[in-house]
């Protein structure tokens, strides 16, 4: 008894719910929890009560959803029609009766598909951009390549050949490279600067700090020795003389690739043959940063890398406007950095920075402000009086960041107290400890990058996010959602979250609330993807699966599946079975989870088995009662079935109709499924 997977009404933008290969598989639909808020299609914003089951009628189960004005009931073959809306506690409650959610609906609906038209528009656009059609020399390119000491995993190779198929094309890159912190983006970076120093171009490397531009500088100057390039860094720690000429080499063409933070996107910085703009850590620029720098890059391909992207970027690439890849494999030999949400402890303050000591480590404390600074370092210098401490913050002069930092890479500091200075850039693998004290005052992404400082060698790292008393629910929701997400490549959860509380934004402008907050980054996310292919021509069309109603449907009793959580998500995964070999893949699961089925489960999958089968048949609707049972066709497939002669079968009207006393709904059942798997049979045959 599970129908098909519509979700809106036709005015609205239908089909199968679209899907990015890359983001939409890392991120993908999340699962309904009690006490979620969700949002039903034709009733609005509710919260997730439940199950339960009407014994008056049948064993089915329903979903519980409680709204302003009372409880609705969703048969399980309405499932597709209810999304999970998000983590905000504070958004109201719509009315079942009476409210303004069928206006609400239809203008976020009409704002949806102005948004796809404005960025199909501007995809549109950049398609028309040239840039340099750019193809390396193979035997320079290769050499530089040999001098990368790991073996690309299979994420990093095909994210260069995406890269380099996209330079090669003579049209304007605009890529994203989303992967966790230590996963391999520079690599790609690096090749991508390769292909376009070797082929004659320049490159400017964009980045958010200084000690992350001198990293990134020190490796370019490490793999492109030899190779006749000219590397320049601009930024506040260059040299006012270094800047002259710098910039001179940019502008007569010396300098092939150029270094830096916001300083490159200066007026005054001028290229001879710019071809190729890398931005790394793309979440750390704000939205005129990057407006400034896509002025400056008007005309050149661009690059940009982030373990935790912003959620307008994030939405953008789901959307399928911004080409992405994805980088989901794990070095090798790394280990998931352990996390806690603790409440702030001097003892336990004291033994996470001993017991890191005692196996030859260093930690990082953490802070959200400079003031902060010198009252955590006395502090620690009485919690643990044997270690060596120092401090370092964005403030202090040039020389003395770079003799601390490079004082605790050498191991001569025991304890960096700073402030979120070292969320960028940092590789120290003897550094496995982070404390950050005030952690709910911190963001998600920011939290993310952090810890992604420790554990970057063999050892496994530890992260403390220490709160006060009086931190706010909302902030330590926020702390759990990263406490949840600590195994490796967890950046694309982060993000997720972080998409799910702020929302996308307005996609198309400067304004940070977007539409999603209405309805949810779940629809929100199907609708715009469902609205940017239609804008393009480009809808898949897909038979949708027909409406069983034979008066049984089957179940998952919780004797079988204890936590109702997780028969919500099997129930929306026999929702979404659009095959017979995934109603079998799915089988095969439940029975190796939970063991053989019982009565209610087969009769559930025996149904999805219809459906998938009479989908593919040209059946649009199947109903059944005592009297007999009906089968109508598709308009497409009508036709061809209307000539045919049927044994116990007559055509009524436009529906094919088999008469007889069906008392029970079994009965109903198999000669419905009788009459499809001899449709099924000589439509393969014919």
Same mark, same amino acid.
């Given at each position: ?5 519509c ?5 609205a933008?239908?089909g199968?719910?679209?899907d990015n290969r890359d983001l939409?598989?890392?991120i993908g ?6 006490g979620?808020?969700?949002?039903h299609?034709?009733h609005g914003?509710g ?12 064993s089915?189960?329903h979903l519980?959803?409680d709204y ?5 009931l969703v048969?399980?073959q309405?499932?597709?029609r ?7 506690p504070?958004?109201p ?11 609400q609906k239809?203008e976020?609906l009409?704002?949806i598909?102005?948004?796809a038209?404005?960025?199909a ?13 750019i193809?390396?020399?193979r035997?320079?390119y290769?050499?530089?390549c040999a001098r990368?000491?790991h073996?690309?995993t299979?994420?990093?190779d095909s994210a260069?050949?995406d890269?380099?198929?996209d330079l ?8 994203l490279?989303?992967g966790?912190?230590g996963?391999?983006k ?5 090749r ?5 120093l070797f082929?004659?171009y320049q490159?400017?490397?964009v980045a958010?700090?200084t000690?992350?531009v001198g990293q990134h ?5 490490d793999r492109?020795a030899?190779?006749?390039?000219e590397i320049g860094?601009?930024s506040?720690?260059t ?8 910039k001179e080499?940019l502008?007569?063409g010396t ?11 200066s ?6 043959n *710019?071809a190729? =703009?890398? /931005?790394d $850590? ?5 939205? %005129?940063q990057k407006a400034?720098?896509?002025r400056?890059?008007?005309?050149s391909h661009a690059l940009?890398?982030?373990?935790t992207?912003?959620?307008r970027?994030?939405?953008?690439a789901?959307a399928g406007?911004r080409s992405c ?8 030999r790394?280990?998931a950095?352990r ?13 996470a920075?001993l ?8 930690s ?6 400079i ?7 006395a502090?620690?210098?009485?919690l643990v009086?044997?270690?060596?401490i120092?401090s370092?913050?964005?403030r202090?002069p040039p020389?003395?960041?770079?003799s601390?930092?490079l004082g605790?890479a ?5 304890? *960096?107290?700073? =402030?979120d /200075?070292? $969320?960028?850039g940092?590789?120290i693998? %003897?550094?496995n400890t ?12 920011q939290l993310?990058q952090?810890?992604?400082?420790v554990?970057r060698g063999?050892r496994?790292?530890?992260c403390?996010?220490?709160?006060s008393p009086?931190?706010?629910q909302?902030s330590l929701?926020r702390?759990?959602a ?8 967890a ?11 702020r929302?996308?934004?307005?996609l198309?402008g400067?304004e940070?609330a977007g ?5 949810g980054t779940?629809?929100y996310r199907?609708?715009?993807g469902?609205?940017v292919e ?6 898949r ?9 034979l008066?049984?449907?089957?179940a998952?009793?919780?004797s079988?599946?204890?936590?109702? $959580?997780q028969?919500?998500?099997?129930? %929306? ?11 079998e893949?799915l089988?095969?699961?439940i029975?190796d989870?939970?063991g053989d089925?019982?009565r209610?489960?087969?009769v559930?999958l ?6 998938a089968t009479?989908r593919?048949?040209g059946?649009?609707?199947i109903k059944g009662?005592?009297?007999?049972v009906?089968?109508?066709?598709r308009?497409d497939?009508r036709?061809?079935?209307s000539?045919r002669?049927?044994?116990?079968w007559s055509w009524?009207d436009d529906?094919l109709?088999?008469k007889g006393a069906?008392?029970?709904a079994q009965q ?13 049979h000589e439509?393969?045959?014919?």
């Open positions: 008894m599970l129908q098909s997977l979700v809106i009404p036709a005015e933008v239908l199968p719910a679209y939409n598989t890392a639909p999340e699962a309904l929890q009690i979620d808020r969700v949002v299609i034709d914003i919260i997730l009560a439940g199950l339960e089951t009407r014994a008056a009628e049948t089915e189960e519980a959803i302003a004005d009372g409880r609705l048969p399980m309405e499932l597709d209810v999304w999970r809306y998000g983590s905000d504070d958004v409650l719509d009315r079942l009766r009476g409210g303004n959610w069928p206006q239809a976020l009409r704002a598909e102005e948004t038209a404005g960025l528009k501007r995809e549109a656009a950049r398609a028309q951009e040239k840039a340099a059609m193809v390396a020399p035997k320079a290769d050499r530089f990368f000491t073996e690309l299979p994420d990093q260069v050949q890269v380099l198929a090669a094309t003579g049209q304007r890159m605009d890529r490279i989303c966790d912190v996963f391999g520079t690599e790609i970076a690096l991508a600067a390769a292909a376009a082929s004659g490159v400017a490397f958010p700090t000690v992350l500088t020190r490796t370019l100057r492109f030899g190779f006749d390039v860094e601009l506040r720690l040299k006012p003389a270094d800047t002259r000429r710098i080499g502008r007569q300098i092939g690739i150029v270094v830096g933070t916001h300083a490159v996107i007026p005054s910085v001028r290229f001879k *710019l190729l =703009t890398i /931005i $850590e793309e979440q750390r620029f704000g939205v %005129r400034a720098l896509e400056k890059r008007r005309s940009a890398m982030s373990a992207p912003i959620p970027t994030l939405q953008a789901m406007v890849s994805v980088l989901r494999t794990p070095p090798v790394r280990q950095t996390t806690f949400v603790l409440p702030w402890s001097d003892d336990l303050l004291r033994e920075l017991r890191e000591s005692r196996r030859g480590g260093s990082f404390v953490v802070c959200p402000r003031a902060d600074l010198p009252e955590m370092t502090r620690l210098a009485k009086p044997d270690l060596r120092a370092a913050h964005g202090l020389a003395d960041i770079d601390v930092i605790f050498r191991g001569n500091i025991d304890v *960096l107290v700073s =402030t /200075i070292v $969320e960028s940092l590789d693998p %003897r550094a982070m404390i950050v004290h005030g952690a709910d005052r911190f963001g998600l992404s993310h952090l810890r992604g400082r554990g063999r496994r790292g530890i403390y996010f220490l709160v009086t931190a706010k909302e929701s702390l759990r990263l406490e949840a997400a600590q195994q490796l490549g950046g694309f959860e982060v993000s997720a979250a972080d998409l799910d509380r929302g996308a934004g307005d198309l400067l940070q539409h999603s907050r209405l309805i779940e629809l199907h609708l715009l469902r609205a239609k804008t393009r021509g480009d809808v069309v897909e038979a949708p699966l027909p409406a069983i109603e008066g049984i449907g089957g998952i009793p919780a079988y599946v204890a936590e109702p $959580e028969r919500i998500a099997l129930y %929306r995964r026999f929702a979404a079975a659009r095959s017979l070999a995934d109603v893949a089988a095969e699961e029975d989870r939970f089925p019982p209610e489960v087969h559930l025996a149904v999805c088995r219809l459906r009479a593919n048949a059946i649009a609707e009662g005592p009297g007999g009906a089968i109508r066709f308009d497939s036709g061809a079935w000539q002669s049927i044994r116990d009524q529906r109709v088999c069906f008392a029970q109903r059942l198999d000669v419905a499924t009788a009459l499809v798997a001899q449709a099924g439509l393969a045959a014919a």
